[in-house]
């Protein structure tokens, strides 16, 4: 196999006190502040906003592209299953893995208000509280909640197997790199939402099970 000098990018995250580097031939490799890797957009901050604000144009565009079809005179409960398939699927590619914060959260609910508003033609002109919006098109926030179950229906199947995947996650993988810098609070990580009301352990054995883990999980969103 060759690798393309040109088109092969390296990316340290951002306090990495050096740049990696990585000689292929006589050539270094450039070193990016973001890449995109398998339609997902990865930046130095390990952070997950240009990802969702970048998904959320993709569906805005779509949306606009088949305005037609969701402003139309089709039964509005078909009219939002056709959001949720097509316009959703596009927003909430890569959830599994994203790690949410708060800014995140309200782009994304944001986003939601806007699909029900361009659906039932309602211009940001025209005063309509989004609790009179949800009323409209009975509906409840469920953006939000439609994470949590992508993702532990996706970290089932990652425990469920003993594969590097597996062992990244866990941080089992040999090496680290120091990093500097004042030292802040730390960041929610992957399985963070998952871990917030039973240890990893235990989450481990509910996933073996995987009826065990499906009632643990209508559980877990029910009290969310």
Sequence with gaps: MEINVEKTKVMRILRQPFPVKIMIGQKQLENVESLQYLGSILTDDGRCTCEIKCRIAMAKAAFNEK???FTSTLDLEL???????????????GAETWTLRAVDQKHL?????????????????DHVTNEEVLLRVKEQRNILHEIPKRKAN???HIL????????????????GIEVTGRQRRRRTKLLGNLMERRGYSHLKEEVLDRTMWKLALEEALDLS
């Design 79 to 93: 009219r939002k299953k056709l959001v949720k398939c097509y316009i959703w699927s596009i927003d909430l590619y």
């Design 67 to 69: 305005r037609t079809l």
């Design 154 to 156: 996706w970290i089932g």
């Design 160 to 175: 469920r197997r003993n594969c590097l995947l597996q062992r990244v996650i866990e941080g089992k993988i040999q090496g």
């Design 109 to 125: 609910e944001s986003f939601e208000m806007w699909c029900w508003r361009r659906m039932e033609k309602i211009s940001w002109t």
